[in-house]
């Protein structure tokens, strides 16, 4: 009898390790009935266990569990206060999802998992049992301000990292929208061809253009394919949503960009523009845009000019254009040139107004007088302004006729109103001469009107020097020098002159270019001995010079 008992206790410890699972490993159970939201399992040798719904169901969607379904749970303990087996469906679906998402992850195959809860820096994603870590970069393509309407749906995701030991899985779902869209592009791409018109709508506007959805691909309208015309801003022409038409000018098969131009769709002005805008023509114009080097005027929608800085004003030179004109500012132009191969026209500003230097010199013929403000002084003259915004020029030599222009030039100020007359207009050089000493006339010419050359006059001596005497003669300065004031060399002294003697002197030479007259007393005597000795017999006839002179002299008493 105790052998009995022996085998049968040794039979039912047997039975007890041959269906007692282990603690910690994944068995088989039925579902014996559903109750309050719980299943109730059957894991074998009488033992069971409750499970909530929950974990039966997969991500975003409800429970699918009869009575009688067999189904795998996590055995956690034999036994609780209850005599309830404690078992996890969830643990053994993370113990099944691990094993087919290192598969999927090895074979980069997307899994599906639902979004159920907000962590910092992402959200955490139930993969069928595990749960993996979405980050916020990863959610989608543009930033998420609101992920609300993404929670609890079930929908692909990538792993993009695993590591089952430290048990971390990290996913994304902008992988997968960014492989739909390169597949929704290329289909696109496919279906467009260069030339195309399509229909799209601005999503986005810059500087520069503007980006437009031809239905889930984006194209880029640069501003200067938006219309013929300059445009200074894409929002001058376009509004965000808004459906507009564009042709597809090139599609990059490589980058799969896509270049769209809306000014195509329309007649290009410049077909016109030889036609419409003849050399030489004058057109009202509006100034469009101001550079350095000159001025852009749009002469009609899509057709630009410049004026080049040379052809703004006849009269400011190296000045800024924008000191000549403004932004929209409607101004009058001719055309001086066009370059339909460039798409070029040269337009002039001056050239619709009249030369000014041509209007001076037929107002202000030679010898007219003018008055004007002192604009600059240099080391070489006096710089006048003029009507029609132009400049004479008073040479120092044309500042005075008495003394040095170097010497007087220092009298005048910038600012002083100045009275000159016109000596010389050149219409080429534009430059205009004027004189302030011939306002006064020439007091040299003057004086000496009615002197010819060999004839005697009398002078006034106003200066006694070692070198000779300084004489007047009707206001025209003149200096004899030594060697000139007698025939007789003992007599060539100046002291024997005084200040104020009157002198008669022959005329030698007239300058009138150094404004200077060559007088000498010797010469006289010499001309006199001459015309005495031709009168009253030669010198050598036995008469002394003193007899013919003393005879000569009687005779003009």
């Known amino acids: 009898m105790a052998n009995l008992m022996d085998e049968f206790e040794a039979l039912l410890n047997e039975s007890f390790e041959m269906d007692t699972p282990t603690e910690g490993s994944v068995v088989k159970g039925k579902v014996i009935s559903i109750e309050a939201g719980q299943a109730i399992i059957d894991v074998g040798y009488k ?87 979405l980050p916020g970069s990863q959610v989608d393509v543009r930033p998420v301000r609101d992920a609300g309407p993404l929670m609890g749906l079930k929908q692909p995701f990538q792993i993009l990292k695993m590591d089952r030991r430290r048990g971390n899985i990290v996913v994304s779902r902008r992988a997968i929208l960014e492989e739909s869209r390169a597949e929704q592009r290329a289909e696109v791409i496919g279906n467009l061809t260069e030339g195309q018109e399509v229909d799209g709508v601005v999503k986005n506007i810059t500087e520069y253009g503007a980006f437009v959805d031809l239905g889930g691909v984006d194209g880029l309208l640069h501003v200067t394919d938006m219309a013929w015309r300059r445009v200074n801003h894409p929002s001058e022409i376009l509004t965000i949503g808004e459906t507009i038409k564009v042709q597809v000018i090139k599609i990059n098969k490589d980058t799969h960009r896509i270049s769209l131009g809306m000014k195509q769709l329309q007649d290009d002005p410049w077909d016109a523009v030889e036609a419409k805008f003849s050399l030489g023509s004058v057109h009202q114009g509006r100034v469009t845009n101001i550079t350095d080097y000159g001025a852009f005027v749009e002469l009609e929608a899509g057709v630009e000019g410049l004026v080049h800085v040379s052809e703004m004003s006849w009269t400011k030179k190296n000045v800024h254009p924008g000191k000549i004109v403004s932004t929209s500012q409607e101004v009058e132009v001719m055309v001086l040139e066009i370059d339909s191969a460039k798409r070029r026209v040269s337009l002039g500003l001056k050239q619709t107004q009249r030369n000014p230097w041509e209007v001076f010199a037929e107002t202000h013929p030679e010898g007219t007088e003018v008055e004007g403000e002192v604009k600059n002084i240099t080391e070489f003259g006096l710089f006048v302004g003029l009507p029609g915004d132009i400049d004479g020029m008073v040479h120092l030599s044309d500042l005075t006729w008495e003394g040095r222009g170097e010497d007087v030039i220092g009298d005048f100020r910038k600012g002083d109103v100045v009275k000159a007359k016109v000596a010389e207009v050149d219409v080429e050089k534009e430059r205009i001469s004027l004189s302030i000493k011939a306002l006064d006339g ?58 104020g003697d009157k002198v008669d002197v022959r005329v030698t030479n007239i300058d009138s270019k150094t404004r200077k007259l060559g007088l000498s007393i010797k010469a006289r005597e010499i001309a006199e001995e001459k015309e005495a000795v031709e009168q009253y017999g030669s010198s050598d006839s036995g008469a002394s010079l003193g007899d013919i002179l003393g005879a000569a002299l009687k005779g003009d008493e």
């Open 442 to 499: 020439d007091p040299f010419a003057e004086a000496v009107g009615g002197v010819k050359r060999g004839s005697v006059i009398t002078v006034e001596v106003t200066k006694i020097e070692d070198g000779g005497i300084e004489v007047d003669y009707e206001g025209a300065k003149s200096f004899i020098r030594r060697s000139d004031l007698s025939r007789d060399r003992a007599e060539q002294r100046p002291e024997r002159f005084g200040v």
């Open 47 to 133: 033992m069971e266990g409750r499970v909530d719904l929950k974990e039966f169901a997969n991500p975003g969607e409800d429970a699918e569990l009869a009575v009688g379904d067999t189904v795998e749970v996590f055995l956690r303990q034999v036994e609780n206060a209850k005599g309830e087996a404690v078992i996890s469906r969830e643990m053994a679906r993370r113990e099944e999802a691990w094993d087919r998402l290192e598969k999927a992850y090895a074979d980069e195959e997307r899994v599906d998992g639902a979004i159920f809860g907000r962590v910092k820096g992402g959200f955490t994603v139930d993969l069928g049992g595990a749960v993996a870590f």
